[in-house]
């Protein structure tokens, strides 16, 4: 293990620990304001405790360096991303930096784009404020501008790992599976015991 693993680990998860408790932060001002001191403080608790990000920065190497990375990029990806309508107009630049970062987390770890399946709820929220989704998809012709700038950063960061990965491995969909086990068989599992 080298030092700067740990260090990445703990930065991550303490990144990943500012998200969560902005996100618990930003959902209980909304909905729940009338929400108990202790409720919130134990909502915190439970979150922080099973995200797993305890066991990652105990043991950082480099699969959990990535799982970190990405929870960290996602979580504060969603936080900005709230804070980016928090106001009930849309705050472009936060939104922008918001989809990045979680663009980004999806380049660390490719399960990570469920999370970012998040922001469909939150653009309803932007875009029909009360609830009332009249006129749908005249409203999101509307808020295209909106609407691309959530899209443009994926194709930025999928962009530049195809790139990456033709200039590595020579193919753009090539994402290193079949460099990743040099002496294994990658098709057999190894469960870290022989």
Known sequence: K???????????????SIGFIYCVTW???RWFPTCPAPAYFMTIAIILNTSGLAWCVRRSLVYEIAL???CAFAVCGLA??????????????RLFFGCLLMALAVGCRPTAAFISLLN???AMIAFFPD??????FGTLW??????????????IVAGLLMGYNFLRFGNPFEFGRTYQFSYIDANIYNNGLT
């Open 80 to 93: 900005l991303n709230m804070s980016s309508i928090s106001s009930g107009n849309v705050r472009h630049g």
């Open 27 to 29: 959902a209980i001002r």
């Open 142 to 155: 509307k808020n295209k501008r909106t609407i691309l700038l959530c899209v443009v950063p994926y194709l």
């Open 68 to 70: 970190l990375s990405a």
């Open 2 to 16: 080298h030092l700067f693993s740990d260090f990445a680990g703990i930065l991550y998860a303490i990144l990943a």
């Open 120 to 122: 469909i709820p939150l």
């Open 131 to 136: 609830g009332v989704y009249r006129n749908f």
